[in-house]
């Protein structure tokens, strides 16, 4: 674990951790998906992003799969999505205490839960319209994010009812009444692959546990649009080189 998870773990302690570069310093650079400031400058924008250079990194195509008896990882999520932020980077729903996974025989709380379109994680080559992540710390500030992928299809109640309060532009917030339920978007069957990797915007931190769900979620071309137009720019970051490391499932 890198000394910028347990700083990450800690802002999200504080408050949720919306993947922004004011969270990595009061001084950090501005940064974004193109151009100067694009994810291959990160590294050289700021001194507390040059894990951005690092071997460890987040997205990932997951291929060359090793078998392994994975553990089940245990969702105990309740009701408590209450603010949803468009912070220019993503749309993100803030999460009140209490809800958690387990797995490895440790507990993460959910802090927040966002968005990228199109998805940033691939599955053996193949890409997906838009991602979901769900970010949690357990109490050592170590990090695991569950992802779950949408593919286009059915219109998703779930994120109709989320959609109904999505923030259309940068700098918009919409408080969630009622509170949002977060295993509403999560698929029936919870089996996952699983790597080491790092958050996928600056300060790009490493030694975060991805537990990628295998099953997929439907959402609608409409609703996948809706998302892209709140965005207002692709949100995903080029898949990284997984070097020497495995994709167990």
């Known amino acids: 674990m890198t000394a910028w998870v347990r700083v990450a773990g800690l802002l999200l302690a504080c408050g949720g951790l919306s993947f922004a570069a004011e969270h990595a310093g009061d001084h950090a650079a501005h940064w974004d998906y193109t151009g100067q400031r694009g994810p291959g400058h990160w590294a050289a924008l700021d001194p507390t992003f040059s894990a951005c250079a690092g071997r460890n990194q987040s997205p990932v195509d997951l291929t060359h799969f090793i078998e392994a008896e ?3 990882i245990t969702f105990d999520y309740r009701t408590g999505g209450h603010d949803f932020v468009n912070n220019g980077h993503t749309v993100q729903v803030d999460y009140d205490p209490g809800s958690r996974i387990s797995i490895d025989g440790d507990d993460f709380t959910l802090k927040q839960f966002h968005f990228h379109a199109p998805g940033e994680n691939r599955i053996d080559g193949k890409a997906f319209p838009a991602e979901a992540h769900f970010v949690h710390a357990d109490a ?3 990090l695991a994010v569950v992802a779950v992928m949408f593919v286009q ?3 998703n109640p779930a994120l109709e009812a ?3 309060h999505l923030p259309a532009k940068a700098d918009e917030q919409q ?3 009622p509170e949002f339920a977060a295993a509403r978007l999560l698929p ?5 692959y699983r790597y080491e990797g790092s958050l996928t915007t600056p300060p790009c931190s490493e030694g975060v546990r991805w537990l990628v769900l295998k099953q997929t979620v439907a959402a609608s071309a409409a ?3 809706r ?3 709140a965005l207002g720019h692709p949100n995903n970051r080029p898949v990284q080189p997984i070097g020497a490391r495995v994709v167990l499932k």
Not at 188 to 192: A, E, G, H, T
């Open 188 to 192: 029936p069957k919870r089996d996952y």
């Open 70 to 72: 994975l553990p089940p």
């Open 162 to 164: 989320l959609w109904s």
């Open 227 to 229: 998302l892209a137009t």
């Open 223 to 225: 609703q996948i649009a």
């Open 175 to 177: 408080v969630l009444s």
């Open 153 to 155: 299809g059915a219109t």
């Open 140 to 142: 050592h500030g170590d």
